[in-house]
């Protein structure tokens, strides 16, 4: 109900009684970094809404093999797909830095989208935007010539949505260069060398764990 991003938020905007309801609907959990959400393959407990941090969903092949598909921030509804569809979790939900998350039971929330058109509309919304998100992800991989490219495109989105003034293109980096490589199909050690090279050309400036892209031009034209 105070919460002052909602309107942001697509999942979460929501009016009147609805509002009401999703306020006292499920519990407020406060997750530590490199914490496990869920697991690929368990059976749905419910879904959860992040509210503030970031965390990463992945998957496994039968070789034991990983592969992050994409990053989940605020607004993003965790465990909706598996819930809707009464299937098992399709991914693996790891925090990367500390989060907060609102936990609603499965029975809980169908019954609260059953109830109420608004949350329904929102949900679908939802879902809509993640096939556009993993379409997006899926092109980029299969239609970009180079791991440069696939890099700087990442790099690019992170530095416009990092919450940061709208002039500078500044976010915090909380992948490992190893989970990096996995998001952007290539080896660790060609991101290393990558990040080398676009500071060394001051496309990029990095400090610690922070990174500022000083030119997007630049990347955006190797991301083409």
Known sequence: MECGHREHRLFCRLSGNALQMFSDLGVQVSYPGRAMIFEEGQKPKGVFV????RLKLSTTSKEGRTMILRLAGPGDVLGLTAALNHTTYEVT????EPCHVKSIHQEEFQEFITKYGEASKNAAETLAKEYREVFLDARRLALSGSAGG???QLLLEWGRTGNCNPLEMRFTMALTHGELASLAGTSRETVTRLLNKFERDHWIKRNGATIVVLKPSELEHLAD
């Open 50 to 53: 992040v509210c503030a941090g």
């Open 150 to 152: 696939r890099l700087a």
């Open 93 to 96: 939900a790891e925090t990367l």
